[in-house]
């Protein structure tokens, strides 16, 4: 494990990270100085500690949307797949009879959902 020194609102930190995985802790840092500073620069907070508890709280918060809409974009997606799984044969209701992959929102649909699973595009 190696160990970076960071700045958070011009404090100092020693903080260990895994080999490899730098890059990404200090983007984490960066997040968290710009939305502390950010808290900080309204001059309605003074104190570090409450503007991290805000800053985390904020975070949290962003984090929660993520996850609804990510469970929301894997739902709408699941639904796709299994409406489009269905045999051709078999006649199709209305909510069946518009489903084309093609579709511009289903295709912007799938790429959401890729982006916010971390998976590659797959092609429809």
């Not at 078999?90 to 890729?114: K, V």
């Amino acid at each position: 494990m190696k160990q970076l020194e960071v700045h958070i609102m011009q404090q100092s930190y020693m903080l260990g990270c895994p080999e490899g995985q730098e890059e990404r802790l200090m983007a984490a840092v960066k997040h968290v100085d710009e939305a502390m500073c950010g808290i900080r620069d309204t001059g309605k907070i003074r104190g570090r500690e409450r503007i991290a508890v805000l800053a985390a709280l904020n975070m949290a918060f962003d984090l929660l949307d993520l996850k609804t809409q990510n469970t929301e974009l894997s739902q709408e997606a699941e639904q796709a797949r299994n409406q489009a799984a269905q045999p051709e044969h078999a006649e199709p209701t209305s909510s069946q009879a518009s489903l084309d992959w093609e579709e511009p929102r289903l295709q912007s649909i799938m790429q959401r959902l890729d982006a916010a699973t971390g998976q590659p595009a797959q092609a429809a």
